[in-house]
């Protein structure tokens, strides 16, 4: 299995730090609104790495994290006069059914920032103490200078960053030793949540605390650390400089970054009045759509969000679905129970379509040519699977089918038990779709939940429903 490593630009074989396992850190949303569609492709990229990692019987130990104090926290919890934690408690409770519509799976561990403020405080005076980093009137500083090696996942140089200007650098400069070195420890300002330490009441930069968490929950060394390529500079910068002069050893063997999300050829930005949140996106579309649409372009080429190509992603989608329905038909239907020896020999070619799918991810997660893999699967199964075959060929398609769209975390076989969370909250979703006037989508779900065996009444009290 290879994958590209942004450290080194190129493609490496995966050798993992102990055979068998994975650790793997991916930088998780700062929580202050609901998530965004560009906060949505990491989560769905690098859950389905995790995925296949799984399915290649690895034991995956996957740490992501939520930033539940920060700047943007702050101003909106002033805004709205109650505390940071109820803004961030709010939207990490919110982040979650958006991750749960997505079919992302549950970290191993999500640690919250604000839980790990005492073990940050511990690496900042490891810093210090060493001496990587320095305090001014409250603040702390990392030297960035006394890091040899920083730069070398943004193959940026020092004395390029020197002559930049501002823009690139940390505020404060004024204190700094360096106008380069960049904020560990800041004291509070009026009105701000606030921790005790040895050099201030105040709280931590944002790198220490990706810094802080993928050590406690992974260990110093870890396999693999994922985020945005965005976060490429200065965030992932910075935590190499961190770790690695606190903990004297390599943090991270791979660095795996996925490319940016466009709506329609523009970069997504709220003055361009292209931002969209991925609950609005659910009151257009079944997240599944969304979750295929991003795994349709391989995760390192930008993306390009339009209504067209999710379209065309629900068609596709679409397809795989009625193929998986089909077969569960015809199992229904179905005269003979075992294989014929026919059914076995044509059951064996579909491991030619198996080879071309892990093949596909192998190549460094390529999930598109993974997905074509599967279109041709679907297409020997429409072409071989018929009224004379028997239940255990049929069951046998269906199983291979849900194993690798399983991988993509694409649901294709619906016949689960749906549960009560899972109805109101397709249920909040039908009604923010009529308040928009989206009736073809309220309508759609109340068909997804008709299906499901679930009835709708639409009263004066609200919505309420029942098992049919």
Known sequence: MKLYNTLSKRKEEFVPLEQGKVKMYVCGPTVYNYIHIGNARPMIVFDTVRRYFEYKGYEVN??????DVDDKIIKKAIEEGVTTSEVSQRYIAECKKDMKAMNVKPATKAPL??????GMVNMIQTLIDKGYAYEKNGTVYYRTRKFKDYGKLSHKNLDDLQSGGRSLLVSGQEQKEDSLDFVLWKPKKEGEPAWESPWS???????????????????????????GEDLVFPHHENEIAQSESANGKEFAKYWMHNAFLNIDNRKMSKSLGNFFTVREISEKYDLQILRFFMLSAHYRSPLNFSTELMDAARTGLERIITAAENLKFLKGTAKAQDMTDAEREAFGKTQEYVAGFEKAMDDDFNTADAISSIFELVKYINTTAGGESSAEYLQSLLDLLVKLTDVLGIIVDKNEEILAEDIEALIEQRQAARKNKNFARADEIRDELLEKGIILEDTREGVKWKKA
């Open 201 to 227: 009441e105040g709280r931590p930069g944002w790198h220490i605390e990706c810094s802080e968490m993928s050590k406690k929950y992974l260990g110093e060394q870890i396999d693999i650390h994922a985020g």
């Open 62 to 67: 996957y740490v992501s994290n939520f930033t």
């Open 113 to 118: 920032a604000t839980e790990e403020i005492c």
